[in-house]
């Protein structure tokens, strides 16, 4: 067994070998009691209480019986399937806020530099916004203790920002303008965690969405943006799912449902103590004669799925990019009075033709179920497209044109997309390991804000950016930290290095959907996208009959003439 292995198992094989002492040791005292303990642990309804208690009355020294339970949780659900999980009480909050639309906080975006907050944003209408505090501040006190040069991590920033609505905390910044330490006293408030990262309209008004996650807000979210998109006369919408590892089924249900005519099946779930349930559109979709194209790749997980395949098995849309990543199990919440929860599988859905997309796992700890992703890379999957091996016994076909569609492992998309490998060099390589391209950007856009702030759009920005050769400014920032200047290879490498570069620029000046925007101009599935869309070509189309081998021609013709 290799060490990766080991230390993956250390903590189930300490949680075995405990309870087999424990268990020798109460078969030695059973003998020394005449049985009575045993008696107890065999005749108990719930047998781990029993083991508990037993633990706790005899055991020989004092244990700390909540610390075991909480350890043990993890490993009770590991042995159910890859996704039932426990979350600790404090982490509730953290996983909950990001689907439910808000958390209460003060209102940044920050990055962690050389040991210092950095704001990057400060969210419009937010606490700290109202306070004064500004993109390009440092916070280096928090309530009076210092706050920076002291190994401060990402978890304990949130910690010490984060906080019950209502609640004050006192932040000493640095502020490039200032001399003296500027103190601000903020009061917490309820700050919103969108879903969707950018949503505008191209230049010939095809609109774009990016969804990051289906929350209790993207539906609201979304019938904004295609408020805005019609009122401007939007031609066809493509929704990047890319990345998107899911999250509530019923946000999923009522994005489908505006794309859907009325009495389509969206999704159907069932399970051994979960009767049938099955989703239908209502006919109130407000795009239902919209051309439509969304992007998948391995990333694209459970709800993400359920939408592409409701789109997919109703012939309503084109999917473009990679296969998605094959989560079709249906998780339900389940709180403890401490304040902890569970995530426990209840339920396999199926999209509209009856497949299941769940792909094949083993129950307890699946290490080839945990590793797919990098199986699929290694066998060329993300390349190519005919790495992909369809298994003919999970074969469905779509509702209205009878298209061939595959369950037992992901959304394969009607037009493969693969991975850009394009500039990809060791030099390139080395900048992305090495995190001096981000580093480069953060210090760039930091110290040139006022400037760059000019700028309001991302080809003005762009423009300028062309002109200060910052491209070039990188490499030697680079070649400073030790990465060895290679002409050849940044030659080879220059557009990717170039585009990178730039978004993160116009990520830290103009914010995320600006980045996006940019980054979409040169991105491979977005313009095969927008391709589909100009040539409308956006709706599904029959498959063509497939010619006949000549085994199957000789085998007819035998029959005829018999």
Partial sequence: ?????????????????????????????????????????????????????????????????????????PQILGELDPHSTYIPAQNLEEVTSELEGSFSGIGIQFTIQEDTIHVNSVIAGGPSEKVGLLPGDRIVTVNDSLFAGIGISYEQVLRNLKGAKGSHVKLGVKRASEQELLEFDITRGDIPQNTIDAAYLTDDNYGVIQLTKFGRTSHIELLNAIARFKHKGCKGIIVD??????????????????????????????????????????????????????????GSASASEIFAGAIQDNDRGMIVGRRSFGKGLVQQPVEFNDGSAIRLTIARYYTPSGRCIQRPYKSGNDYQYEMDLLTRYEHGEYFSRDSIKQDESVRYATRKLGRSVYGGGGIMPDIFVPQDTIGITSYWMELRRSQLLLQFAFRYSDNNRALLSQYKTEEELTKYLHRQGVVEQLIRFAQSKGVKRRNILIQKSYRIIENNLYTNIIHNILGTEAAIKYANQSDPTVLEALKLLRDNEAYPQAEEPQALSMQDEERINSFQIK
């Avoid at 009691?33 to 005749?43: F, P, Q």
């Avoid at 009325?262 to 051994?272: C, K, S």
């Fill in 1 to 73: 067994m290799n060490s990766m292995n080991f230390n993956r198992f250390t903590p189930f094989i300490i949680s075995v070998s405990i309870a087999a002492g424990i268990v020798i040791g109460i078969s030695y005292t059973r003998h020394a009691t005449g049985g009575a303990l045993g008696g107890i642990i065999s005749t108990s309804p719930t047998k781990i209480n029993a083991l508990l208690r037993v633990i706790t009355d005899q055991y020989v020294d004092t244990v700390n019986i909540p610390q075991i339970i909480e350890k043990a949780m």
């Fill in 241 to 298: 799912l890319r990345g998107n590892t899911g999250g509530y089924m019923e946000a999923a249900v009522r994005i489908a449902n505006e794309f859907l005519p009325a009495n389509e099946l969206i999704v159907y779930a069932q399970g051994e103590h979960y009767p049938r349930t099955e989703e239908y559109a209502n006919g109130s979709g407000s795009c239902q004669d919209m051309p439509l194209v969304i992007l998948t790749d391995e």
